[in-house]
T-cell receptor, first 113, second 112 residues
Framework: ETGVTQSPTHLIKTRGQQVTLRCSSQSGHNTVSWYQQALGQGPQFIFQYYREEENGRGNFPPRFSGLQFPNYSSELNVNALELDDSALYLC????????????FGQGTRLTVV | TQLLEQSPQFLSIQEGENLTVYCNSS?????LQWYRQEPGEGPVLLVTVVTGGEVKKLKRLTFQFGDARKDSSLHITAAQPGDTGLYLC????????????FGKGITLSVRP
């Protein structure tokens, strides 16, 4: 059984650029959630996907968007990057809709300069 | 807005000591989870508590969910350097189980 994997592990982008982060969910899990963790803070919920549909969204602007694919892997896209977008982006997968037990990947460290 | 406050924010203790840390809220949660996170890594799930008053043990770690399901505590017996890390609590709100609300975490350092 493979766990949640994210790519890339580290990324440096320039303000105004766009970025795509990728996540492969744990085997058997059909729900994927994305979180943003700023330095010294707990993770903040961005959104969740269940069976390719958005299933809940946190307080993030529309330039944060996502996709889930038929194999339940997912992408997080961020447009018009701002310096404050610098953070650790975490993907978590859960078994079933509304599953509260979340299993996290190692994260993608995004730095916006 | 549901907020989870964790205390203390930082804790540095000697190997072998016992400690208790807390996760408090004014909101009711349908479940509460504790995670441990190492620097540069994702959080690792330690336990999920669901029932008010529930107590769960994981080796030297004891987790308790408050009777009103608004708070939780984590007690570590005979702490070891391997317990060092960031301890996060996260709550699932009734009717919005898709979203976990996290506290800021407790940074624990256990000195050999």
């Amino acid at each position: 059984e493979t766990g949640v994997t994210q790519s890339p592990t580290h990324l440096i982008k320039t303000r105004g650029q766009q970025v795509t982060l990728r996540c492969s969910s744990q085997s058997g899990h059909n729900t994927v959630s994305w979180y943003q963790q700023a330095l010294g803070q707990g993770p903040q919920f961005i959104f969740q996907y269940y069976r390719e549909e958005e299933n809940g969204r946190g307080n993030f602007p529309p330039r944060f968007s996502g996709l889930q694919f038929p194999n339940y892997s997912s992408e997080l896209n961020v447009n018009a990057l701002e310096l404050d977008d610098s953070a650790l982006y975490l993907c978590a997968s859960s078994p079933g809709q509304g599953g509260t037990e979340a299993f996290f990947g190692q994260g993608t460290r995004l730095t916006v300069v | 807005t549901q907020l989870l406050e964790q205390s203390p924010q930082f804790l540095s203790i000697q190997e072998g000591e016992n400690l208790t840390v807390y996760c408090n809220s004014s909101s009711v949660f349908s479940s509460l989870q504790w995670y441990r996170q190492e620097p540069g890594e994702g959080p690792v799930l330690l336990v999920t508590v669901v029932t008010g008053g529930e107590v769960k043990k994981l080796k030297r770690l004891t987790f308790q969910f408050g009777d009103a399901r608004k708070d939780s505590s984590l007690h570590i017996t005979a702490a070891q350097p391997g317990d060092t890390g960031l301890y996060l609590c996260a709550g699932a709100v009734p009717g919005a189980n898709s979203k976990l609300t996290f506290g800021k975490g407790i940074t624990l350092s256990v000195r050999p």
